[in-house]
Protein backbone atom coordinates (compact mmCIF):
# COMPACT_ATOMS: atom_id res chain seq x y z
CA UNK A 1 0.00 0.00 0.00
CA UNK A 2 0.71 3.65 -0.76
CA UNK A 3 1.36 6.08 1.99
CA UNK A 4 0.44 8.52 -0.93
CA UNK A 5 -3.01 8.56 -1.48
CA UNK A 6 -4.27 10.19 -5.43
CA UNK A 7 -7.67 10.39 -6.71
CA UNK A 8 -9.12 9.73 -9.31
CA UNK A 9 -7.11 6.68 -10.34
CA UNK A 10 -8.29 7.73 -14.06
CA UNK A 11 -9.30 10.74 -15.45
CA UNK A 12 -10.85 11.48 -19.41
CA UNK A 13 -11.70 14.99 -19.97
CA UNK A 14 -12.51 17.36 -22.92
CA UNK A 15 -10.45 19.83 -23.93
CA UNK A 16 -12.84 22.70 -22.50
CA UNK A 17 -12.99 21.02 -19.22
CA UNK A 18 -12.04 22.00 -15.50
CA UNK A 19 -10.63 19.35 -13.28
CA UNK A 20 -8.61 18.44 -10.42
CA UNK A 21 -6.34 16.09 -9.32
CA UNK A 22 -5.61 15.32 -5.57
CA UNK A 23 -2.99 14.17 -3.59
CA UNK A 24 -2.56 13.52 0.29
CA UNK A 25 -0.08 12.17 2.42
CA UNK A 26 0.35 11.94 6.37
CA UNK A 27 3.64 11.27 7.07
CA UNK A 28 4.45 14.84 7.84
CA UNK A 29 6.55 15.00 4.74
CA UNK A 30 6.89 18.81 3.98
CA UNK A 31 7.86 19.11 0.23
CA UNK A 32 5.64 17.35 -2.11
CA UNK A 33 6.36 17.43 -5.78
CA UNK A 34 4.18 16.68 -9.51
CA UNK A 35 5.50 14.82 -12.33
CA UNK A 36 4.45 14.11 -15.54
CA UNK A 37 5.08 10.44 -17.01
CA UNK A 38 4.52 9.62 -20.54
CA UNK A 39 4.53 5.84 -21.49
CA UNK A 40 8.20 4.46 -21.61
CA UNK A 41 9.44 7.15 -20.48
CA UNK A 42 11.07 8.28 -16.91
CA UNK A 43 8.87 11.11 -14.83
CA UNK A 44 9.31 15.05 -15.90
CA UNK A 45 9.36 17.26 -12.66
CA UNK A 46 6.82 19.63 -12.91
CA UNK A 47 6.13 21.18 -9.90
CA UNK A 48 7.69 21.23 -6.19
CA UNK A 49 6.22 22.45 -3.21
CA UNK A 50 8.60 22.91 0.56
CA UNK A 51 6.45 24.02 3.35
CA UNK A 52 2.98 24.79 1.62
CA UNK A 53 4.83 27.45 -1.07
CA UNK A 54 5.72 27.15 -4.66
CA UNK A 55 9.54 26.36 -4.51
CA UNK A 56 10.38 24.88 -8.60
CA UNK A 57 8.12 25.49 -11.75
CA UNK A 58 9.62 23.41 -14.10
CA UNK A 59 8.57 25.82 -17.22
CA UNK A 60 5.06 24.18 -17.00
CA UNK A 61 2.41 25.98 -19.24
CA UNK A 62 -0.44 27.77 -17.03
CA UNK A 63 -3.10 25.27 -17.85
CA UNK A 64 -1.79 23.52 -14.98
CA UNK A 65 -2.38 24.99 -11.86
CA UNK A 66 -0.63 23.67 -8.50
CA UNK A 67 -1.82 24.73 -5.32
CA UNK A 68 -1.06 23.34 -1.90
CA UNK A 69 -3.99 23.94 0.50
CA UNK A 70 -1.92 22.37 3.81
CA UNK A 71 0.69 20.47 4.46
CA UNK A 72 -0.87 17.33 3.65
CA UNK A 73 -2.95 17.84 0.68
CA UNK A 74 -1.75 19.16 -2.95
CA UNK A 75 -4.21 19.32 -6.01
CA UNK A 76 -3.75 20.17 -9.20
CA UNK A 77 -5.83 21.92 -11.30
CA UNK A 78 -6.80 21.60 -15.34
CA UNK A 79 -8.09 24.02 -17.69
CA UNK A 80 -8.35 23.82 -21.43
CA UNK A 81 -5.96 20.92 -21.82
CA UNK A 82 -4.46 19.68 -25.31
CA UNK A 83 -4.23 15.75 -26.49
CA UNK A 84 -0.87 15.65 -25.69
CA UNK A 85 -1.06 16.09 -21.55
CA UNK A 86 -2.38 12.90 -21.61
CA UNK A 87 0.29 10.99 -19.51
CA UNK A 88 -0.13 9.76 -16.01
CA UNK A 89 0.38 12.25 -13.23
CA UNK A 90 2.80 11.25 -10.16
CA UNK A 91 2.49 12.93 -6.79
CA UNK A 92 5.76 12.86 -4.20
CA UNK A 93 6.27 13.57 -1.24
CA UNK A 94 9.44 13.91 0.89
CA UNK A 95 11.25 15.24 4.13
CA UNK A 96 13.43 18.03 3.45
CA UNK A 97 17.48 17.29 2.21
CA UNK A 98 18.51 14.51 1.17
CA UNK A 99 16.07 11.47 1.08
CA UNK A 100 13.79 8.93 -0.77
CA UNK A 101 10.69 10.16 -2.45
CA UNK A 102 7.63 8.44 -1.90
CA UNK A 103 5.42 8.13 -4.80
CA UNK A 104 1.36 7.74 -5.27
CA UNK A 105 0.28 5.65 -7.85
CA UNK A 106 -0.68 8.34 -10.14
CA UNK A 107 -3.94 9.45 -11.96
CA UNK A 108 -4.32 8.40 -15.84
CA UNK A 109 -5.62 10.69 -17.69
CA UNK A 110 -6.90 11.31 -20.74
CA UNK A 111 -7.99 14.36 -22.65
CA UNK A 112 -9.80 14.09 -25.66
CA UNK B 1 24.37 19.40 -15.47
CA UNK B 2 23.97 15.90 -13.89
CA UNK B 3 22.79 12.95 -15.54
CA UNK B 4 22.05 9.15 -15.51
CA UNK B 5 22.64 6.77 -18.06
CA UNK B 6 21.04 3.12 -17.98
CA UNK B 7 21.80 0.44 -20.04
CA UNK B 8 19.56 -0.57 -23.13
CA UNK B 9 16.29 -2.76 -22.33
CA UNK B 10 14.40 -4.58 -22.37
CA UNK B 11 15.61 -7.54 -20.58
CA UNK B 12 14.31 -10.77 -20.69
CA UNK B 13 14.93 -13.47 -18.50
CA UNK B 14 14.40 -17.31 -17.01
CA UNK B 15 13.26 -17.44 -13.23
CA UNK B 16 16.03 -17.69 -10.98
CA UNK B 17 18.35 -16.32 -13.42
CA UNK B 18 21.40 -13.78 -12.28
CA UNK B 19 20.38 -10.36 -12.84
CA UNK B 20 22.33 -7.11 -13.33
CA UNK B 21 21.14 -3.96 -14.66
CA UNK B 22 24.05 -0.74 -15.19
CA UNK B 23 23.05 2.27 -14.50
CA UNK B 24 26.38 5.31 -14.46
CA UNK B 25 25.94 8.71 -13.67
CA UNK B 26 27.70 12.49 -14.14
CA UNK B 27 27.34 14.94 -11.24
CA UNK B 28 29.56 17.00 -9.53
CA UNK B 29 30.33 16.59 -5.74
CA UNK B 30 28.64 14.06 -3.96
CA UNK B 31 24.95 12.80 -4.80
CA UNK B 32 22.88 10.56 -3.42
CA UNK B 33 21.84 7.34 -5.49
CA UNK B 34 18.56 5.48 -5.90
CA UNK B 35 16.82 2.78 -7.54
CA UNK B 36 13.02 2.99 -7.84
CA UNK B 37 10.79 0.21 -9.25
CA UNK B 38 7.56 0.87 -11.56
CA UNK B 39 5.11 -2.24 -11.48
CA UNK B 40 2.53 -2.07 -14.05
CA UNK B 41 -0.39 0.31 -13.46
CA UNK B 42 1.46 1.77 -9.85
CA UNK B 43 3.38 4.64 -9.03
CA UNK B 44 7.53 4.40 -8.38
CA UNK B 45 8.58 2.42 -5.17
CA UNK B 46 11.72 3.10 -3.69
CA UNK B 47 13.93 -0.13 -4.28
CA UNK B 48 17.25 1.18 -2.63
CA UNK B 49 19.26 4.01 -1.87
CA UNK B 50 22.89 5.19 -1.01
CA UNK B 51 24.01 8.31 -0.03
CA UNK B 52 27.95 7.88 0.33
CA UNK B 53 30.95 6.20 -2.07
CA UNK B 54 31.39 2.74 -1.25
CA UNK B 55 27.92 2.36 0.83
CA UNK B 56 25.76 -0.94 -0.62
CA UNK B 57 22.18 -0.51 -0.58
CA UNK B 58 19.79 -3.78 -0.55
CA UNK B 59 16.26 -4.75 -0.57
CA UNK B 60 14.00 -7.70 -1.42
CA UNK B 61 16.94 -9.62 -2.63
CA UNK B 62 18.55 -6.78 -4.91
CA UNK B 63 21.99 -4.84 -4.08
CA UNK B 64 23.88 -1.95 -5.79
CA UNK B 65 27.03 -0.51 -4.48
CA UNK B 66 27.99 3.40 -5.02
CA UNK B 67 31.27 3.22 -7.07
CA UNK B 68 32.39 6.49 -6.98
CA UNK B 69 36.03 5.77 -8.80
CA UNK B 70 33.72 4.10 -11.91
CA UNK B 71 30.42 6.40 -11.08
CA UNK B 72 28.55 3.68 -11.20
CA UNK B 73 25.47 2.23 -9.15
CA UNK B 74 24.80 -1.00 -11.04
CA UNK B 75 21.84 -2.91 -9.26
CA UNK B 76 21.81 -6.76 -9.10
CA UNK B 77 20.10 -9.60 -7.77
CA UNK B 78 21.23 -13.10 -7.77
CA UNK B 79 18.03 -15.12 -8.70
CA UNK B 80 14.91 -13.25 -9.80
CA UNK B 81 11.66 -14.21 -9.89
CA UNK B 82 8.50 -13.65 -12.49
CA UNK B 83 6.91 -11.14 -9.72
CA UNK B 84 10.21 -8.91 -10.18
CA UNK B 85 9.42 -7.86 -13.70
CA UNK B 86 8.37 -3.87 -13.80
CA UNK B 87 10.64 -0.72 -14.95
CA UNK B 88 13.81 -0.26 -13.18
CA UNK B 89 14.79 3.40 -12.56
CA UNK B 90 17.68 4.74 -11.37
CA UNK B 91 17.92 8.07 -10.42
CA UNK B 92 20.20 10.65 -8.26
CA UNK B 93 19.64 13.77 -5.97
CA UNK B 94 21.97 16.67 -4.00
CA UNK B 95 21.13 17.66 -0.89
CA UNK B 96 19.26 20.25 -0.86
CA UNK B 97 16.05 21.63 -0.16
CA UNK B 98 13.84 20.13 -2.60
CA UNK B 99 15.48 16.70 -3.24
CA UNK B 100 15.42 17.03 -6.91
CA UNK B 101 15.76 13.96 -8.73
CA UNK B 102 17.62 13.39 -11.87
CA UNK B 103 16.16 9.92 -13.35
CA UNK B 104 17.74 7.68 -16.07
CA UNK B 105 15.65 6.45 -18.87
CA UNK B 106 14.12 3.10 -17.23
CA UNK B 107 14.60 -0.38 -18.06
CA UNK B 108 12.10 -3.06 -18.63
CA UNK B 109 12.46 -6.09 -17.25
CA UNK B 110 10.42 -9.50 -17.91
CA UNK B 111 10.99 -12.70 -16.27
CA UNK B 112 9.40 -15.68 -17.65
CA UNK B 113 8.74 -18.78 -15.42
Known amino acids: DTEVTQTPKHLVMGMTNKKSLKCEQH?????MYWYKQKAKKPPELMFVYSYEKLSINESVPSRFSPECPNSSLLNLHLHALQPEDSALYLC???????????FGNGTRLTVT | GDSVTQMEGPVTLSEEAFLTINCTYTATGYPSLFWYVQYPGEGLQLLLKATKADDKGSNKGFEATYRKETTSFHLEKGSVQVSDSAVYFCALSHTGANSKLTFGKGITLSVRP
Open chain 1, 92 to 102: ASSRRGVSPLH
Open chain 1, 27 to 31: MGHRA
